[in-house]
């Protein structure tokens, strides 16, 4: 019995609070009114200026576009005016050139001239080759600072290393 009294208690309760999603009817007339009078404002001052821009915009992209286009134009004209002098050039040669070849009209006779340029030297210096197992010990202990003998010592202690290891 207690919990029908409770129910019907948060029954009339749930009746009688608004419903917050639901507005009020004077709140939508205020609200729309407010929306007529920013949007009468917006048509009369912002969307003329917006149109203006956006037609200036669009006539600057359609000047640039025809001033690439006759640029290209003017390209491809130029461009057929050197396939031209190439192929009269290459027609003025005659067909005897080719390619690494040299003409007909001086084959054999023709030598190519001895180039007066001294060689060229790179600028990085050459790396020297590791000493040999036959090389000279002498020149292998003066690059590592050792003595000759101390050298000979331990060339000759790594070659006994070596015929225990291969034996």
């Given at each position: 019995?207690?919990?029908?009294?409770?129910?019907a208690?948060?029954?009339?309760a749930a009746?009688?609070?608004?419903?917050?999603?639901?507005?009020?009817?004077?709140?939508?007339?205020?609200?729309?009114?407010?929306?007529?009078?920013?949007?009468?404002?917006?048509?009369?001052?912002?969307?003329?200026?917006?149109?203006?821009?956006l037609?200036?915009?669009?006539e600057?992209?359609?000047?640039?576009?025809?001033?690439?286009e006759?640029?290209?134009?003017?390209?491809?004209?130029?461009?057929?005016?050197?396939?031209?002098?190439?192929?009269?050039?290459?027609?003025?040669?005659?067909?005897?050139?080719?390619?690494g070849?040299?003409?007909?009209s001086?084959?054999?006779?023709?030598r190519?001239?001895?180039?007066?340029?001294?060689?060229?030297?790179?600028?990085?210096?050459?790396?020297?080759?590791?000493?040999?197992?036959?090389?000279?010990?002498?020149?292998?202990?003066?690059?590592?600072?050792?003595?000759?003998?101390?050298?000979?010592?331990?060339?000759?202690?790594?070659r006994?290393?070596?015929?225990?290891?291969s034996?």
């Amino acid at each position: 019995m207690i919990f029908w009294l409770l129910a019907a208690d948060t029954a009339e309760a749930a009746e009688e609070a608004p419903n917050p999603l639901i507005p009020e009817p004077v709140e939508l007339i205020v609200g729309a009114l407010a929306f007529l009078v920013v949007f009468a404002i917006l048509w009369r001052f912002a969307f003329p200026a917006l149109n203006r821009v956006l037609a200036e915009r669009t006539e600057k992209i359609q000047g640039n576009l025809e001033k690439a286009e006759h640029a290209r134009s003017e390209a491809d004209q130029e461009l057929a005016r050197y396939r031209e002098q190439l192929a009269g050039a290459t027609k003025r040669t005659g067909s005897s050139m080719r390619p690494g070849r040299r003409p007909t009209s001086c084959a054999g006779i023709c030598r190519p001239r001895p180039s007066r340029s001294p060689p060229r030297r790179s600028l990085v210096p050459r790396r020297r080759s590791a000493p040999s197992a036959t090389g000279s010990s002498r020149s292998s202990a003066r690059r590592s600072g050792r003595s000759p003998s101390s050298s000979r010592a331990a060339s000759s202690a790594s070659r006994s290393t070596r015929r225990r290891t291969s034996a």
